[in-house]
């Protein structure tokens, strides 16, 4: 089973910027596909980004243009850059893998929190 730690949530002010990373335990991390996830208040986790082993990139619409997945495989470590933060982006945000199209084989881990806010 692949261990999932995220980390560097904080809080930010709208309009700034948070990169947000995850390590992945194992020696498989590279051929997974990574998804970035978040979970507001009373709302449901939804996939915001995804990177395949090949490099390519998916994001929401919510996000697109203002968040960029990038991934290490040398480092196990799966990235979130997000810029232009605005209040609805604050959640939890969960990272997890998969192969192909999936990203949700792991079990959920402990995520960071993002709080945007004046």
């Known amino acids: 089973q692949v261990q999932l730690v995220e980390s560097g949530g904080g809080l930010v002010q709208p309009g700034g910027s948070l990169r947000v990373s995850c390590v992945a335990s194992?020696?498989?991390?590279?051929?997974?596909?990574m998804g970035w996830y978040r979970q507001a208040p009373g709302k449901q986790r939804e996939l915001v980004a995804a990177?395949?082993?090949?490099?390519?990139?998916n994001y929401a619409d919510s996000v697109k243009g203002r968040f960029t997945i990038s991934r290490d495989n040398s480092k196990n470590t799966v990235y979130l850059q997000m810029n232009s933060l605005k209040l609805e982006d604050t959640a939890i945000y969960y990272c997890?893998?998969?192969?192909?199209?999936?990203?949700?084989?792991?079990?959920w881990g402990q995520g960071t929190q993002v709080t945007v806010s004046s």
């Open positions: 997890n893998y998969g192969l192909g199209s999936k990203t949700d084989f792991g079990s």
């Open positions: 194992g020696s498989l991390f590279s051929i997974y596909t």
């Open positions: 990177i395949t082993s090949g490099g390519s990139t």
